[in-house]
């Protein structure tokens, strides 16, 4: 079993950073990818970013250049650097883990942390 544990999230301008951070306990070696989602107010949960145990990264087209997600080693919480922060970046923005456990891939989800930028 693999927890998660977001913090960071807050209420800052527009043009302004916040980092998230994203604690994890239990079988963290099971972890196989990483990644933060959110949910905008009336939208579909979407992958802001993706980082695999090998360090390769994934983002979306609207955060490209603007957000940096890391995670130097097992132990250590993943982060979400986000800057030039926007309007359309308001919302929940969740933490997920995707494990191997006895040959099977499991989603582990965050409790979410939410982010309102104002404009």
């Known amino acids: 079993q693999v927890q998660l544990v977001e913090s960071g999230g807050g209420l800052v301008q527009a043009g302004g950073s916040l980092r998230l951070s994203c604690a994890t306990s239990g079988v963290i070696f099971s972890i196989r990818a990483m990644g933060w989602y959110r949910r905008a107010p009336g939208k579909e949960r979407e992958l802001v970013a993706r980082?695999?145990?090998?360090?390769?990264?994934t983002y979306a087209d609207s955060v490209k250049g603007r957000f940096t997600i890391s995670r130097d080693n097992p132990r250590n919480p993943m982060y979400l650097q986000m800057g030039s922060l926007r309007a359309d970046d308001t919302g929940v923005y969740y933490c997920?883990?995707?494990?191997?456990?006895?040959?099977?891939?499991?989603?582990?989800w965050g409790q979410g942390t939410q982010v309102t930028v104002s404009s």
């Open positions: 980082i695999t145990s090998g360090g390769s990264t």
């Open positions: 997920n883990a995707e494990t191997l456990s006895s040959g099977s891939n499991f989603r582990v």
